[in-house]
């Protein structure tokens, strides 16, 4: 069946340094790929999609990157602070489901 | 004004109970969807409907009856309660299924 695998599970950071996060997908349908930040006691919030059509978007300190060929992408921040630190996850999917990631926990230190 | 709002945000409930989660979005949506996130974060889609029909049923115990009365609403039924029914029930909302989902801030259900 579908999957959308995403490592690293954890991930510590020093503020102002950057971090990535990766993402590798099954279903070769997928034409869609956001990224969402969960905080604590919080529902996630998308912060950045992208669509197959594209190979890379930015904003600001975020970034995501699609290879369509090796089905992976990628999220990049750039200058972490310390209200970075969240839970992220990437989902993958097309106008039938959208399958999540297993989840990234950032923290970043001060 | 809250995007997608679910109530209760905690219940706490003795096994083998019935218990109900509501779910409504003031979004105009189409789609609405029931995630389940268990104790290591993994995020579980349930069901998903589009204007009130059931589109996906990812092998959920028939105890877990979802019920959309209408587009803005998709609240969330259990039968028989059991302890690994524990989690955090995520409802969300999305215009399609390839757009941004809008999550509701979760009900934690601790079954004891």
């Known amino acids: 069946g579908e999957n959308v695998e995403q490592h690293p599970s954890t991930l510590s950071v020093q503020e102002g340094d950057s971090a990535v996060i990766k993402c590798t997908y099954s279903?070769?349908?997928?034409?869609?790929f956001p990224w969402y930040k969960q905080e604590l006691g919080k529902g996630p919030q998308l912060i950045i999609d992208?669509?197959?059509?594209?190979g890379e978007k930015k904003d600001q300190r975020i970034a995501v990157t699609l290879n369509k060929t090796a089905k992976h992408f990628s999220l990049h921040i750039t200058e972490t602070q310390p209200e970075d630190s969240a839970v992220y996850f990437c989902?993958?999917?097309?106008?039938?489901?959208?399958?999540f990631g297993t989840g990234t926990r950032l923290q970043v230190f001060p | 004004d809250t995007a997608v709002s679910q109530t209760p945000k905690y219940l706490v409930t003795q096994m083998g109970n019935d218990k109900s989660i509501k779910c409504e979005q003031n979004?105009?949506?189409?789609?609405m969807y029931w995630y389940k996130q268990d104790s290591k974060k993994f995020l579980k889609i349930m069901f998903s409907?589009?204007?009130?029909?059931?589109?996906i049923n990812e092998t959920v115990p028939n105890r877990f009856s979802p019920k959309s009365p209408d587009k803005a609403h998709l609240n969330l039924h259990i039968n028989s309660l059991e302890l690994g029914d524990s989690a955090v029930y995520f409802c969300?909302?999305?215009?399609?299924?390839?757009?941004?989902?809008?999550f509701g801030q979760g009900t934690r259900l601790t079954v004891v």
């Open positions: 969300a909302s999305s215009q399609q299924t390839n757009t941004e989902a809008f």
């Open positions: 279903d070769s349908a997928s034409n869609y």
């Open positions: 992208i669509r197959s059509n594209v």
């Open positions: 989902a993958g999917g097309n106008t039938d489901k959208l399958i």
């Open positions: 979004l105009g949506h189409d789609t």
């Open positions: 409907y589009n204007n009130k029909e059931l589109i």
